[in-house]
Protein backbone atom coordinates (compact mmCIF):
# COMPACT_ATOMS: atom_id res chain seq x y z
CA UNK A 1 0.00 0.00 0.00
CA UNK A 2 1.32 3.43 -1.07
CA UNK A 3 1.61 6.30 1.50
CA UNK A 4 -1.41 8.03 -0.48
CA UNK A 5 -3.34 5.04 0.29
CA UNK A 6 -2.68 4.44 3.65
CA UNK A 7 -3.52 8.29 4.51
CA UNK A 8 -6.91 7.48 2.16
CA UNK A 9 -7.52 4.20 4.56
CA UNK A 10 -6.72 5.87 7.90
CA UNK A 11 -8.55 8.97 7.19
CA UNK A 12 -11.89 7.67 5.53
CA UNK A 13 -11.68 4.84 8.43
CA UNK A 14 -11.54 8.00 10.79
CA UNK A 15 -15.46 9.08 9.59
CA UNK A 16 -16.86 5.64 10.05
CA UNK A 17 -14.88 4.99 13.70
CA UNK A 18 -16.15 8.93 14.47
CA UNK A 19 -20.13 8.11 13.36
CA UNK A 20 -20.12 4.73 15.79
CA UNK A 21 -18.70 6.32 18.43
CA UNK A 22 -21.39 9.05 18.23
CA UNK A 23 -19.44 11.73 16.81
CA UNK A 24 -20.97 13.18 13.81
CA UNK A 25 -23.72 15.14 12.93
CA UNK A 26 -25.91 13.87 10.23
CA UNK A 27 -23.77 15.34 6.84
CA UNK A 28 -22.38 17.88 8.37
CA UNK A 29 -18.52 18.17 10.00
CA UNK A 30 -15.60 17.68 8.31
CA UNK A 31 -12.36 16.14 8.29
CA UNK A 32 -8.97 17.01 5.99
CA UNK A 33 -5.35 15.87 5.84
CA UNK A 34 -2.42 16.78 3.52
CA UNK A 35 -0.79 14.96 0.54
CA UNK A 36 2.50 14.24 1.84
CA UNK A 37 5.27 15.73 -0.26
CA UNK A 38 2.66 17.26 -2.66
CA UNK A 39 2.84 21.45 -2.07
CA UNK A 40 -0.93 22.53 -1.00
CA UNK A 41 -3.16 19.47 -1.61
CA UNK A 42 -5.63 18.13 0.73
CA UNK A 43 -7.98 15.03 1.28
CA UNK A 44 -11.22 16.20 2.49
CA UNK A 45 -14.91 14.44 3.01
CA UNK A 46 -16.98 15.02 -0.39
CA UNK A 47 -20.67 16.87 1.13
CA UNK A 48 -23.52 15.06 1.36
CA UNK A 49 -21.65 11.56 2.03
CA UNK A 50 -22.69 10.17 5.24
CA UNK A 51 -19.67 9.37 7.06
CA UNK A 52 -20.98 5.78 7.93
CA UNK A 53 -20.63 5.17 4.14
CA UNK A 54 -16.96 6.58 3.99
CA UNK A 55 -14.67 4.78 1.55
CA UNK A 56 -10.82 5.43 0.58
CA UNK A 57 -11.78 6.22 -3.21
CA UNK A 58 -14.71 9.15 -1.48
CA UNK A 59 -12.15 11.57 0.04
CA UNK A 60 -11.85 14.24 -2.28
CA UNK A 61 -7.93 15.56 -3.57
CA UNK A 62 -8.09 19.40 -3.31
CA UNK A 63 -5.83 22.15 -4.11
CA UNK A 64 -4.92 25.56 -1.59
CA UNK A 65 -8.00 26.93 -3.79
CA UNK A 66 -10.65 24.57 -2.86
CA UNK A 67 -10.77 23.28 -6.35
CA UNK A 68 -11.65 19.45 -6.38
CA UNK A 69 -8.60 17.46 -8.77
CA UNK A 70 -9.80 14.38 -8.02
CA UNK A 71 -13.07 12.66 -6.78
CA UNK A 72 -16.44 12.82 -7.41
CA UNK A 73 -18.43 15.90 -5.55
CA UNK A 74 -18.27 19.08 -3.49
CA UNK A 75 -16.16 20.78 -1.02
CA UNK A 76 -18.94 22.17 1.87
CA UNK A 77 -17.90 25.73 1.87
CA UNK A 78 -17.11 25.52 5.73
CA UNK A 79 -15.03 22.80 4.88
CA UNK A 80 -13.29 24.89 2.67
CA UNK A 81 -12.73 27.87 4.36
CA UNK A 82 -11.89 26.01 7.97
CA UNK A 83 -9.56 23.33 6.88
CA UNK A 84 -7.47 25.06 3.70
CA UNK A 85 -6.93 28.19 6.26
CA UNK A 86 -5.89 26.26 9.20
CA UNK A 87 -3.67 23.96 7.46
CA UNK A 88 -1.47 26.49 6.75
CA UNK A 89 -1.90 28.45 9.92
CA UNK A 90 -0.13 25.70 11.30
CA UNK A 91 1.96 23.31 9.75
CA UNK A 92 2.46 21.01 12.32
CA UNK A 93 -1.20 19.80 12.01
CA UNK A 94 -1.14 17.75 8.85
CA UNK A 95 -4.63 16.41 9.86
CA UNK A 96 -7.36 18.50 11.32
CA UNK A 97 -10.79 17.01 12.45
CA UNK A 98 -13.33 19.51 13.00
CA UNK A 99 -17.17 18.09 14.81
CA UNK A 100 -19.96 19.30 16.79
CA UNK A 101 -19.56 16.04 19.03
CA UNK A 102 -21.81 16.48 22.12
CA UNK A 103 -20.16 16.56 24.89
CA UNK A 104 -17.02 18.83 23.73
CA UNK A 105 -20.07 21.32 22.01
CA UNK A 106 -21.90 21.06 25.16
CA UNK A 107 -18.16 23.23 27.05
CA UNK A 108 -18.40 25.71 24.19
CA UNK A 109 -22.25 26.62 25.09
CA UNK A 110 -21.24 27.77 28.82
CA UNK A 111 -20.15 31.20 29.93
CA UNK A 112 -16.77 30.52 30.59
CA UNK A 113 -17.06 27.00 29.77
CA UNK A 114 -13.44 25.19 29.61
CA UNK A 115 -12.01 21.65 30.54
CA UNK A 116 -11.28 21.33 34.02
CA UNK A 117 -8.48 19.61 34.97
CA UNK A 118 -9.80 17.35 37.23
CA UNK A 119 -9.22 13.95 36.19
CA UNK A 120 -6.29 12.12 34.34
CA UNK A 121 -7.89 11.72 30.85
CA UNK A 122 -8.48 15.81 30.73
CA UNK A 123 -4.54 15.82 31.81
CA UNK A 124 -3.26 15.34 27.98
CA UNK A 125 -4.88 18.17 27.10
CA UNK A 126 -3.14 20.46 29.47
CA UNK A 127 -1.81 23.09 27.79
CA UNK A 128 -2.51 22.22 24.56
CA UNK A 129 -6.30 23.74 24.31
CA UNK A 130 -7.28 27.46 22.91
CA UNK A 131 -10.69 28.75 22.68
CA UNK A 132 -12.43 31.27 19.36
CA UNK A 133 -15.32 33.24 20.02
CA UNK A 134 -18.45 32.75 17.48
CA UNK A 135 -18.10 34.20 14.21
CA UNK A 136 -21.17 32.45 12.36
CA UNK A 137 -21.08 29.13 10.72
CA UNK A 138 -17.84 29.98 8.83
CA UNK A 139 -19.46 30.65 4.94
CA UNK A 140 -16.34 32.93 3.66
CA UNK A 141 -12.97 33.12 3.58
CA UNK A 142 -12.73 36.05 6.31
CA UNK A 143 -14.36 33.83 9.26
CA UNK A 144 -11.95 30.88 7.95
CA UNK A 145 -8.99 33.33 8.44
CA UNK A 146 -10.67 34.06 11.71
CA UNK A 147 -10.41 30.81 13.11
CA UNK A 148 -6.89 29.73 11.73
CA UNK A 149 -5.74 33.17 13.69
CA UNK A 150 -6.52 30.78 16.70
CA UNK A 151 -3.72 28.72 16.03
CA UNK A 152 -1.29 30.71 14.92
CA UNK A 153 -1.63 32.62 18.50
CA UNK A 154 -1.66 29.10 19.90
CA UNK A 155 1.07 27.28 18.20
CA UNK A 156 1.48 24.80 21.16
CA UNK A 157 -2.15 24.44 20.80
CA UNK A 158 -3.56 21.06 19.44
CA UNK A 159 -7.23 21.69 20.83
CA UNK A 160 -9.60 24.50 19.68
CA UNK A 161 -12.92 25.14 21.15
CA UNK A 162 -15.11 27.29 19.02
CA UNK A 163 -17.33 28.87 21.03
CA UNK A 164 -21.32 28.24 20.61
CA UNK A 165 -19.79 25.84 17.63
CA UNK A 166 -18.00 23.18 18.26
CA UNK A 167 -13.88 21.63 18.45
CA UNK A 168 -10.92 21.19 16.11
CA UNK A 169 -8.13 19.10 16.73
CA UNK A 170 -5.01 18.80 14.92
CA UNK A 171 -2.51 16.15 15.13
CA UNK A 172 0.74 14.96 12.69
CA UNK A 173 -1.12 11.73 12.24
CA UNK A 174 -4.61 10.71 11.68
CA UNK A 175 -3.71 8.00 14.55
CA UNK A 176 -2.89 11.06 16.86
CA UNK A 177 -5.40 13.27 16.03
CA UNK A 178 -8.45 10.61 16.29
CA UNK A 179 -6.80 9.80 19.74
CA UNK A 180 -6.97 13.20 20.76
CA UNK A 181 -10.36 13.36 19.25
CA UNK A 182 -11.92 10.45 21.06
CA UNK A 183 -10.23 11.16 24.38
CA UNK A 184 -11.70 14.50 24.53
CA UNK A 185 -14.85 13.80 24.08
CA UNK A 186 -14.78 11.53 27.05
CA UNK A 187 -13.16 13.93 29.11
CA UNK A 188 -15.65 16.55 28.67
CA UNK A 189 -18.20 13.89 29.31
CA UNK A 190 -16.51 12.93 32.41
CA UNK A 191 -16.86 16.40 34.03
CA UNK A 192 -20.43 17.01 32.27
CA UNK A 193 -21.37 13.87 34.31
CA UNK A 194 -19.45 15.22 37.74
CA UNK A 195 -21.18 19.00 37.34
CA UNK A 196 -24.55 17.70 37.13
CA UNK A 197 -23.61 16.46 41.08
CA UNK A 198 -23.81 19.71 42.03
CA UNK A 199 -20.66 19.38 43.56
CA UNK A 200 -17.26 21.32 43.88
CA UNK A 201 -14.18 19.80 41.28
CA UNK A 202 -11.34 18.21 43.03
CA UNK A 203 -8.90 20.19 40.52
CA UNK A 204 -5.07 18.64 40.50
CA UNK A 205 -2.56 20.41 42.11
CA UNK A 206 -0.02 22.37 39.71
CA UNK A 207 3.06 19.96 40.16
CA UNK A 208 0.46 16.78 40.02
CA UNK A 209 -0.39 18.14 36.84
CA UNK A 210 2.87 19.01 35.25
CA UNK A 211 4.15 15.79 36.68
CA UNK A 212 1.61 13.78 35.20
CA UNK A 213 0.95 15.72 31.86
CA UNK A 214 4.73 14.92 31.33
CA UNK A 215 4.35 11.24 31.42
CA UNK A 216 1.31 11.13 29.32
CA UNK A 217 2.70 13.01 26.63
CA UNK A 218 6.02 10.21 26.74
CA UNK A 219 3.25 7.69 25.54
CA UNK A 220 1.02 9.55 24.10
CA UNK A 221 2.17 9.23 19.94
CA UNK A 222 3.03 5.46 20.38
CA UNK A 223 -0.76 4.60 22.49
CA UNK A 224 -2.36 6.56 19.34
CA UNK A 225 -0.74 4.50 16.92
CA UNK A 226 -1.46 0.98 18.42
CA UNK A 227 -5.34 2.36 19.55
CA UNK A 228 -6.14 3.19 15.56
CA UNK A 229 -4.29 -0.19 14.87
CA UNK A 230 -6.86 -1.63 16.40
CA UNK A 231 -9.15 0.26 15.99
CA UNK A 232 -8.69 -0.69 12.13
CA UNK A 233 -8.39 -4.66 12.67
CA UNK A 234 -11.82 -5.05 15.49
CA UNK A 235 -13.92 -2.47 12.80
CA UNK A 236 -12.67 -4.45 10.19
CA UNK A 237 -11.82 -0.78 8.72
CA UNK A 238 -7.76 -2.17 7.36
Not at 1 to 10: A, G, K, N, V
Not at 19 to 38: K, Q, T
Not at 100 to 122: C, F, N, S, V
Not at 156 to 178: K, M, P, Q, R, W
Request: charged fraction near 25%.
Amino acid sequence: MTEIQTLRRDLAAAFVLADRFGLSEGICNHFSAVVPGRDERFLINPYGLHWSEMKPDSLLLIDGQGTVLEGEGEVEATARTIHIAGHRANPRHKVLLHTHMPHATALTMLEGGKLEMAHQTAVRFWRRMAHHAFGGIALDDAEGERIAEAQKDNPDADIFFLDNHGVTVGGESVAAAFDDLYYLERACRQQILAQSTGLPFKIISDDMLLDTHRQLEQVRIPQAESFYTALLRCHALG
